[in-house]
């Protein structure tokens, strides 16, 4: 039996829910259109997570220009600022090291999973230009005359997706301007006709403020010439002026922003990003035994059961074998060989609560002088960075020597930790060859780089170009 419905029921039942009404009669009312269905906010729901959906960019690779005044004084501040800025590539001016000692001590300054190449001052003590750049970036150092107003290093950079030609400067403040603006240009002259791009950093030390004086103005004139840009606006030195300086063509489109942080020297570094992608870290094999996890009464066990204690042999080389073959079979089963896959990243395990503490307190110091700019704050802030500095270095050295504590009965550790603090790489006795005739072709090179390099250095003309110093990995990777 069927009801009959006026207009107004009917065309009310399309406001109604679906469950007001008995399933059968929704279902007719469905089909002959008068009840529709209600649009759900699914796709709406699916919109909006979507829209919330966030997109993490990759991390651009960053430049960061540095002058140290001796690095080798500030190896625990140079882990800490690369801590904190994670730069890929760092340009350091007045290194201070010297030609004898430089590769040693560069090796022992640089931070796990870094690679250095530098120029170190011939003649006298101080200056010196490096470069400390990710393993995994290609470099190629460039040749160019010496120089008598200012120092240099050339290199190549080559990462994924981009290559780069990176020159770092310093420029000595007793320098002739003229002979200075002279020799650049004529190094300009050779550059800018390459299809490079190519950033030029380093410690110009010229006066550069607000308004330039005429030597600095005419310098920067120069530059324009080539069409190059200077970069950094903000003061560089402990003066107010700006003598740390970033150069590029505007059509390279190579850096994105700079910016200057707080003081690592009397200057401050300038963080240059750039617009590319940061090439990854480097990653090493490495093989061990966790020796400390061998049952010692499971171990002697089986040492009383082997065939050189139960039957040992009367021949030499059969009781060597057993011997070796038998050692062999034990420690792998007690403590098999684990390789694993690690990214050499920089560490610095000596930071404590302490130090954090300290450079808060000089990170408040150095607010309080750069607002007010009194000479009183500036004292204040300098006695709070040597306090700083100094807790740092006490910390570093009481990890280090915690560290040889824990070497205590093994040699062979204790030498491998010594050769990593100091930068000195280890090398084979023996050359790893299969055959006589190889062996003898390696040891003749060896003989030939050593004569031309002591026929070579260092009163050549040429700045020679130097290997990259691979730095141990030595900060958080197990030996």
């Not at 107003?149 to 310093?170: G, K, M, Q, T, W």
């Not at 004139?221 to 003598?243: K, N, R, W």
């Not at 491998?416 to 090398?427: D, E």
């Amino acid at each position: 039996m069927f009801r009959r419905y006026s207009r107004e029921e009917l065309m009310s039942f399309n406001r109604l829910a679906p469950p007001s009404i008995p399933h059968s009669r929704f279902i007719r009312l469905r089909l002959s259109g008068l009840c529709l269905f209600r649009p759900t906010k699914r796709p709406n729901k699916r919109r909006r997570r979507t829209d919330q959906k966030q997109h993490h960019p990759l991390p651009t690779a960053k430049l960061c220009l540095l002058n140290a005044r001796s690095i080798v004084n500030k190896i625990e501040a140079l882990n800490e600022l690369v801590l904190d800025t994670q730069p890929d590539i760092l340009a350091i001016t007045e290194t201070w090291l010297t030609p004898t000692n430089g590769d040693r001590e560069l090796a022992a300054c640089c931070p796990s999973g870094f690679s250095a190449v530098h120029q170190p001052r011939a003649s006298r003590r101080g200056g010196g230009v490096a470069v400390i750049f990710k393993s995994t970036i290609s470099v190629r150092r460039h040749s160019h005359p010496t120089f008598i107003s200012f120092e240099l290093i050339d290199c190549s950079l080559s990462f994924h997706p981009i290559a780069i030609r990176l020159l770092v400067v310093y420029r000595p403040p007793a320098s002739s301007h003229s002979v200075f603006r002279d020799e650049f240009s004529s190094l300009l002259e050779q550059i800018t006709l390459t299809n490079e791009k190519f950033p030029i950093v380093g410690d110009f030390n010229l006066s550069i403020r607000d308004k330039p004086d005429d030597t600095a103005q005419q310098f920067l004139d120069s530059t324009e010439v080539f069409g190059l840009s200077q970069l950094v606006t903000s003061a560089t030195h402990e003066g107010g002026s700006i003598l740390d300086l970033v150069f590029t063509r505007p059509s390279d489109v190579l850096v994105r922003d700079t910016s200057v942080l707080g003081f690592f020297s009397d200057h401050r570094p300038v963080l240059v990003s750039l617009s590319c992608r940061s090439p990854r870290f480097p990653s090493a094999t490495i093989s061990f035994r966790r020796l400390r996890g061998i049952d010692s009464g499971a171990f002697v066990h089986d040492i009383e059961r082997l065939n050189l204690i139960t039957d040992p042999s009367d021949a030499l080389d059969c009781l060597v074998a057993q011997y070796n073959d038998g050692l062999r079979s034990l420690i792998d089963k007690h403590a098999p060989v684990v390789t694993k896959n690690v990214v050499l990243r920089p560490s610095a395990p000596w930071i404590t609560e302490a130090t954090r503490l300290t450079k808060r307190a000089k990170r408040r110091a150095e607010r309080t002088w750069l607002k007010r700019r009194l000479t009183v704050h500036l004292e204040l802030y300098r006695d709070k960075r040597r306090q700083h500095n100094y807790l740092l270095a006490s910390e570093r050295t009481s990890y280090v020597s915690a560290k040889v504590a824990d070497c205590r009965g093994d040699s062979r550790k204790l030498f491998s930790l010594v050769n990593s603090r100091m930068g000195t790489q280890t090398t084979r006795a023996a050359p790893n060859t299969v055959s006589d005739a190889a062996a003898a072709a390696e040891l003749a090179n060896f003989f030939e780089t050593k004569v031309w390099l002591s026929g070579n250095f260092p009163g050549n003309q040429m700045s020679q170009p130097r290997s990259p110093i691979r730095c141990r990995a030595h900060n958080g990777v197990p030996g």
